[in-house]
Each structure stands twice: as structure tokens, then as C-alpha cells.
């Protein structure tokens, strides 16, 4: 019968509590916090460049025009969320993408991207840093406001979706009196996205507000404006 080595028993014990420290270390380690993903951050994209001779002779076209600060109804107020809807499970739900923002709330991206497109064809002022200037003009000019009633990504299933749009154009004149009403129309717009994930609803989204722009222009044009 052999006989126990005392030394060799405490060479096994430490070797077992060092495989168990390991062991903890290790656990204690994948309990650590896991850094979080970066948020894509979207706007509109490059628009279209115009020839400066183009856009000179195109900006003496039609009478200068006061562009109101955008209004968005459909949507929470200077939100920078991108908002979709579940069309085939609860269209009444809008929901926000947890790792996707615009960069700025839709808003503003949506009202520069029209005065972008409607200054190419005549001067266009900011309600907010023209009424200065359009003192200096000969006549008060129009004015333009927008309100956005929808602005989401609509899932018609989990791999199909469109971007959709929906803003209501009010035309107004500005007199010493007040604001005389001169027409109103709706532009609704759905434009269907390259993918099912918030890059191709944002552009979808902008490829919306880019037509609805160039129609608005059209519109203006219509109304002498």
C-alpha cells in the first residue's frame, strides 16, 4: 500500500485553486460591460450640383420667396429620430430606430433641402433671418409654409418597406395688413427602399423629400410664384 506524499498533496491543492482563480478571472472578465455600437447618423446626401451661370439666370426668374420655418406635425417636435411603421402588424405605432439618428431633426434637414431646390429658381428667404431683408425688396414677397403630417419608413412585410411622405404647402402673401391666403396642396410621396433596415428607409426617405421639392417647385411656378 503506498503512502500519501504530503508535499504532493499540497502541489495538487495549489494548482486546483489557481485553475479555479483562473476560472473566476475569466468569468468576472465576460461580465464586463460590452462597449456599445456606434450610431449611424444619416442626412440627405449630396444634392445635385448646379453651373453658376445656370443658377444666376435662373434666380432672376421668378419673384424672391419667404420660406416659414418647417412644421412637423406627424412627428415629435425637433426630433432627430427615424421613425417606421410596422404596416402589417400595427400601423398606428411609430417607432424609433435605437442605433440610427439623422443628424439633425427632420425638420431642418427637410427645409433645407427645399430651399436648396427652390433657390434655383428664385431667391429664397428663411423666415427666421429674411424678414430683415425682404424689407429692401421693392414688395413684400409670398410666403411658403410646410407642414410635414407623415415622414416614416413603412414595412409593407419584415423584408419589404417604402419610405413615405406627406407635407401640406400653404402659399401666402404678405401685405401691410397681414397674410392674405393665395392656395394650398398636399404632396404625398412613397418611394419603395433598397433594403428593409434604416439605411434604405433614410433613402428612400430623402429621395421622397428630393421629388416632393422638385414638385412644389413646379407647383410655385404654377401660382406666378
Given at each position: 500500500m503506498s503512502t500519501l506524499?504530503?508535499?504532493?498533496?499540497?502541489?495538487?491543492?495549489r494548482r486546483a485553486l489557481m485553475a479555479v482563480g483562473v476560472l473566476a478571472l475569466l468569468a468576472g472578465c465576460s461580465a464586463l460591460p460590452q462597449k456599445p455600437a456606434p450610431v449611424a447618423r444619416y442626412d440627405f446626401g449630396l444634392q445635385a450640383p448646379q453651373?453658376?451661370?445656370?443658377?444666376?439666370?435662373?434666380?432672376?426668374?421668378?419673384?424672391?420667396?419667404?420660406?416659414?420655418?418647417?412644421?412637423?406635425?406627424g412627428?415629435?417636435?425637433?426630433?432627430?429620430?427615424?421613425?417606421?411603421?410596422?404596416?402589417?402588424?400595427?400601423?398606428?405605432?411609430?417607432?424609433p430606430y435605437t442605433q440610427?439618428?439623422?443628424t439633425a431633426p427632420a425638420e431642418q434637414l427637410i427645409q433645407q433641402r427645399v430651399r436648396d431646390t427652390?433657390?434655383?429658381?428664385?431667391?429664397?428667404l428663411l423666415d427666421d433671418d429674411g424678414a430683415t431683408q425682404a424689407l429692401q425688396l421693392p414688395a413684400?414677397?409670398?410666403?411658403?409654409?410646410?407642414?410635414?403630417?407623415?415622414?416614416?419608413q413603412v414595412f409593407d412585410s419584415s423584408t419589404s418597406s417604402r419610405g413615405v411622405l406627406r407635407m401640406r404647402a400653404t402659399?401666402?402673401?404678405?401685405?401691410?395688413?397681414?397674410?392674405k391666403w393665395l392656395?394650398?396642396?398636399?404632396?404625398?410621396?412613397?418611394?419603395?427602399a433598397a433594403s428593409a433596415d434604416a439605411a434604405g428607409g433614410t433613402a428612400a426617405l430623402a429621395t421622397a423629400v428630393t421629388e416632393a421639392a422638385q414638385q412644389l417647385d413646379a407647383w410655385l411656378r404654377q401660382q406666378g410664384r
Open positions: 506524499n504530503p508535499h504532493a498533496l499540497m502541489g495538487h491543492a453651373t453658376a451661370g445656370a443658377a444666376v439666370s435662373k434666380a432672376s426668374v421668378q419673384a424672391p420667396l419667404v420660406l416659414a420655418k418647417v412644421r412637423a406635425s412627428m415629435p417636435e425637433a426630433s432627430a429620430s427615424i421613425l417606421y411603421r410596422l404596416a402589417y402588424a400595427n400601423d398606428r405605432e411609430l417607432r440610427a439618428r439623422w427652390l433657390a434655383q429658381q428664385r431667391a429664397v413684400l414677397p409670398a410666403m411658403l409654409r410646410l407642414e410635414v403630417e407623415e415622414f416614416s402659399l401666402t402673401e404678405v401685405t401691410p395688413r397681414g397674410e392656395g394650398q396642396q398636399v404632396f404625398s410621396l412613397s418611394q419603395p
